[in-house]
């Protein structure tokens, strides 16, 4: 074929995606001249598309012109065929960097078609996946297809054209990855973060070190995109010897340096290393014992059907694992605080969105006088806002082997909020 990736990406005018499926791209064996006369979807599984994922009329006709668009374009056809491989077949889903769309600019109105070309071209393979691995409740599995048009209907809504909303999350939905296991959801994720954890061999003590060369704010969490870092981080390790910022349960990364002694610790958890990443569904339920139900039934779902994802804990993004929400409300009084101190907490990506769609129903985040406070939390993040001060949501970790532990609140410690709340100005 000859095309480089920024050749092919180039000419259908593709939004950029992380340097890794560049990379994949010398991997990749182009298709046959037969593979390439092959529909990109084929007419039998068009047809079962809009029962297994809810499409309406129109967005199924839309799909259908779409793919056609794709069969009439050679250049088209070999970016929908790699971004497949390169996103479902070279290797897991889970193992792939997350991307935020697959829009084709060359397509005008309908880019983002695309990515639901490249997305629905999957739902065969999941299907063969899940008859293969006899999977105890396939439906739940295939029920996430219905995900495509709840996150394609807003972009209808705004634009007037069917396209994909949120690829990387649909791009999950469409796999064989997230389930249902008694009251949350999982998938298989890597910790993306340049994070290590040490378990104390006697005490049982677990330590959380940074790595080196990130960028933090002055109270300690991540920089925003584009924002000037108070200081980067440093990582140096000799022996059983290392200078490093801790990370702190409460959220938080120390701004200074310390020497520890890693002697007496073993590494139980790094960058790369595979988690059940675990969602909570909007309706009642998220509670200590459920979240316990639901993470050993997790445990047992995943030995069963997918034997080879060998998990070492649970990770969870979320606005509940805010680190500002603890210096807005008490354990005593709220839900989500007896639950965030039953897990380690660490700064994450700023996605103030975030709040904006779970907490007021919002598509994005607006003036803070134009939000409603017509709940306790709603008020309360309101006047937060209103101060000036800054919101982030946060993540949460849990060992697998801390899983007895938990419901004790294993690693809170009053001055590590205490500390936080110091660099907070708070």
């Given amino acids: ?77 070999l970016l929908a065929l790699y971004l497949h491989w390169a996103i479902f077949v070279e290797r897991p889903f889970y193992l792939s960097a997350w991307f935020e769309s697959l829009e084709a600019g060359a397509w005008g109105g309908e880019a983002a078609m695309l990515g639901l070309c490249v997305l629905c071209r999957e739902i065969p393979r999941t299907l063969r996946d899940l008859a293969r691995r006899k999977h105890p409740n396939p439906d739940d599995v295939t029920g996430n297809f219905k995900q495509l048009v709840e996150y394609a209907r807003p972009r209808r809504e705004k634009t007037g054209h069917w396209g994909l909303a949120n690829a990387a999350w649909c791009a999950l939905c469409v796999t064989p990855w997230l389930n249902t296991a008694h009251h949350l959801r999982f998938n298989p994720a890597k910790l993306d973060h340049d994070f290590n954890f040490y378990r104390h061999r006697q005490t049982g003590a677990l330590l959380g070190l940074a790595g080196g060369g990130i960028a933090l704010r002055g109270d300690g969490l991540l920089c925003d995109e584009g924002e000037v870092p108070a200081l980067e981080t440093s990582f140096r390790q000799t022996g059983g010897q290392a200078l490093a ?98 897990l380690f907490l660490m700064p994450a990506f700023v996605d103030r969105d975030a709040f904006a769609i779970f907490l007021y129903m919002l598509d994005s985040m607006p003036e803070p006088e134009r939000l409603p406070d017509d709940s306790r939390l709603r008020a309360l993040v309101r006047d937060w806002l209103m101060q000036g001060r800054y919101l982030s949501v946060g993540c949460a970790l849990l060992p697998i082997q801390d899983l007895p532990r938990f419901g004790g609140t294993p690693y809170f410690r009053q001055e590590e909020l205490d500390a936080f709340k110091h660099l907070s100005g708070v």
């Fill in 1 to 77: 074929m000859g095309m480089t990736w920024a050749e092919l990406a180039n000419s259908a005018r593709l939004k950029e995606l992380p340097e890794y499926y560049g990379q994949r791209f010398p991997g990749w064996t182009p298709p046959t001249e037969a593979e390439l006369a092959a529909p990109y979807i084929g007419a039998e599984d068009l047809a079962r598309l809009p029962n297994l994922c809810g499409f309406p009329e129109d967005l199924t006709e839309a799909l259908g012109r779409a793919c056609a668009r794709i069969d009439a374009h050679r250049e088209m056809k």
């Fill in 245 to 342: 910022h801790r990370l702190s349960p409460a959220g938080f990364i120390s701004l200074k340096a310390e020497a520890f002694d890693l002697a007496p610790y073993e590494k139980i958890l790094g960058q790369g290393d595979i988690l059940l990443s675990f969602h909570i569904p909007r309706k009642p339920g998220y509670t200590v014992d459920n979240c316990r139900a639901s993470f050993m039934a997790a445990l047992e779902l995943f030995e069963q059907a997918y034997p080879e994802v060998k998990p070492k804990g649970f990770i969870s993004h979320s606005w509940l694992y805010s680190p500002q929400l603890p210096l807005m409300l008490a354990e005593g009084d709220s839900r989500i605080i007896k639950l965030q101190r039953q």
